[in-house]
């Protein structure tokens, strides 16, 4: 368990490192933006923009929120990819650790490096904003309406709701890690059984046909369980209940695939998937 | 004392070839054996196979006397090329991620190998040449505390006097019960250092023999291990 | 110090031994170099040279105190008997190799006191 502890948070620092680099970047970034949004250049002279009427860091603060999307976006899609290097590298495997266990800790500290990037990018946002309530009284006001509406919208419905998307959006992020490291790990365990007398750019387009190949075998699975088996079977109106929404189901839905995909991932390291020979 | 390596009816196959078949091999502690075999014949693969890192073979294999992959790869240490690494990552860092990855880890004694081998801290792998990155794997893997050391090829990219300065490093360096295995593919400058050599030859063990038994013969090393590649020649 | 890789290192590591005590490069009751001084000083395996000294030990010319290492005997009659069967060694290499050339032992006699005459005489 120590070994445990001890290669995530390796793992953590230097998944986290280029994220903090990331985000310096989308401050500057953002902050290019509201200047240029905020002022004008001509002929080399700055003058203020007369048909902006918001301040420069309430400016600065929507063009952060803007780019974020994005960015969240462009790091959820990335580190899954990057972490399948660790998976692949020798230097890590040889860590005294069983390699089931080394997958749990790597898709675990891809997944909390995610979400410490969105607790960055949430307390940065925070920061603008109590920035802009210094200096606009306008965003005060914006503020204080919205808290009232959220408030007056507010029941035990909404917040199950929330509740229950929070943790879909969670098991979907596994999701996509484990269909990532399942791509990877199969592909290259049917690989490794093809018959040796093919050469290197064969190899590659085989690579890509296994994958096309599991991508397809999966959407098939997938189609059969989830709509045959799972809805036959946990339905909720064979139980006589009935949800106002499907939420509840696409979550049991989407653990239990979690769950399979996890098991043969594991059992695909453990038993198939070897470190790069490359010296 | 239970044997640092024992490895029975070993089989392994890649791309439906057979790479190594039916492999029986013994290492009993404290010895220092050189693994000779021509390039190709299995060597590397053998390594990996005992450190866990290769999979899908039948057989037993057994280091330390543990058979489950995670005891085995900490009770061995595997000169490992540091691919792992970007190429700006500093001596500094790699040290500090094998002082979190393995608990045996004597960051004292990596110290005096590093400063035994000159190798400066700040450098960066990729400010390295071929044969100072070769001196910085040998200082990190000796610096653990095993029962079983993998040397892979470990002097490929040095030049002699480098050479004698890391054997005579592994004399110093090497604890009393521990067993080092040294993979290469010939063999004349390391047989004085050898207690024995096992010869891989068409993907198996073909021989395993105490050094000073093949000079008690009026053989060398070297003329032993040549003769096992020329019978093949001649057939 | 090279050793030669078709004769038992052992062998060799006991007749390095031998000629650095009849040398006097390792004096008599003095201790000489750890095991493993030994193994990185002359490139060997430790085992090989623990071998080397186990033998010189069973022969008495080392001994060993628990706890401190070796030392050379100070026994003078068998330090002596060991310079005079090093000297006979090298005697019976030459006189070999002097036979095979052909050379009888009286020839050998004669050919080595008239070189040994010449040699002297140029000092």
């Not at chain 1, 791509?183 to 093809?194: E, K, P, T």
């Not at chain 3, 030990?57 to 100070?74: A, D, H, P, Q």
């Amino acid at each position: 368990m120590a070994e445990f502890s001890r290669l995530f948070n390796r793992l953590f620092k230097i998944k986290t490192k280029k994220l903090h680099v990331l985000l310096f970047f989308q401050i500057i970034a953002a902050f290019a933006c509201a200047f240029f949004t905020y002022y004008e250049v001509i002929n080399w002279h700055i003058h203020k923009n007369p048909q902006n009427n918001v301040g420069i860091i309430p400016e600065w603060a929507l063009y952060f929120v803007i780019l974020a999307f994005f960015v969240i976006f462009f790091v959820y899609f990335i580190t899954p990819l990057q972490s399948e290097k660790f998976n692949r590298s020798q230097t890590w495997r040889l860590a005294a650790i069983s390699d089931g266990q080394f997958y749990l800790d790597n898709v675990l500290s891809t997944f909390v490096s995610f979400i410490y990037f969105i607790v960055l990018e949430f307390v940065t946002v925070m920061i603008l904003l109590f920035l802009s309530f210094l200096t606009d009284k306008s965003v005060i006001n914006f503020f204080r309406d919205l808290l009232k509406s959220i408030q007056r919208n507010l029941n035990i419905n909404v917040f199950w709701i929330i509740l229950g998307t929070i943790v879909l959006a969670i098991l979907s992020c596994f999701f996509l890690y484990f269909v990532i490291s399942f791509f990877n790990f199969a592909s290259r365990a049917i690989l490794d059984f093809v018959p040796a007398n093919i050469n290197g750019a064969a190899v590659k387009v085989l690579h890509i046909f296994i994958i096309f190949g599991l991508i397809w075998f999966l959407f098939k699975i997938q189609n059969i369980f989830v709509n045959q088996v799972l809805l036959s079977v946990i339905h909720p109106s064979n139980y006589g209940l009935n949800f106002s929404s499907s939420l509840p189901f696409a979550i049991l839905a989407t653990a239990i695939c979690d769950l399979i995909l996890l098991g043969s991932n594991i059992f695909l390291i453990n038993h198939f998937y070897e470190a790069t020979e490359h010296k | 004392m239970t044997n640092p390596l024992e490895i029975t009816d070993l089989v392994y196959k890649k791309n439906q070839k057979k790479i190594i078949t039916d492999l029986n091999l013994t290492l009993k502690p404290g010895k220092i054996v050189a693994l000779l075999g021509e390039n190709g014949a299995g060597k590397t693969t053998l390594m990996r196979i005992i450190s866990g890192v290769a999979k899908n073979y039948r057989g037993s294999v057994k280091v330390a006397g543990f058979t489950k992959e995670a005891d085995r790869k900490g009770h061995l240490s595997f000169t490992d090329g540091l691919t792992g690494f970007a190429n700006s990552t500093k001596i500094n860092d790699i040290v500090k991620f094998y002082q979190i990855l393995y608990h045996d880890f004597n960051l004292k004694q990596f110290e005096q190998l590093r400063d035994f081998m000159n190798l400066k801290p700040d450098l960066r792998l990729s400010e390295l040449s071929k044969g100072m990155k070769e001196k910085l794997v040998i200082a990190l893997t000796f610096s653990r505390r095993v029962d079983l050391y993998l040397l892979d090829e470990p002097f490929s990219g040095i030049d002699a006097m480098a050479r004698k300065k890391i054997i005579k490093s592994i004399i110093l360096w090497k604890q009393e019960k521990s067993t080092i295995l040294i993979s290469d593919h010939f063999v004349n400058e390391i047989t004085a250092v050898l207690d024995e050599v096992v010869i891989i030859k068409n993907k198996t063990v073909c021989m395993q023999k105490s050094t000073e038994a093949i000079r008690a013969d009026n053989q060398s090393v070297e003329e032993f291990y040549e003769s096992f590649y020329q019978r093949e020649e001649e057939e | 110090m090279e050793f030669k890789d078709n004769i038992p290192i052992y062998l060799q590591i006991k007749q390095y031994l031998y000629r650095q005590i009849i040398t006097g490069k390792l004096k008599p009751g003095k201790k000489i170099p750890s095991v493993r001084e030994l193994a990185v000083q002359l490139t060997v395996n430790v085992n090989t040279v623990q071998r080397a000294l186990q033998q010189m030990n069973f022969e008495g010319i080392l001994y060993t105190k628990r706890g401190e290492g070796n030392f050379v005997t100070e026994d003078t009659t068998l330090l002596e008997k060991t310079k005079r069967e090093l000297i006979n060694a090298e005697l019976d290499k030459f006189v070999h190799s002097m036979n095979s050339l052909g050379v009888s032992d009286e020839q050998i006699l004669k050919s080595l006191s008239e070189y040994l005459k010449e040699e002297h005489s140029d000092d």
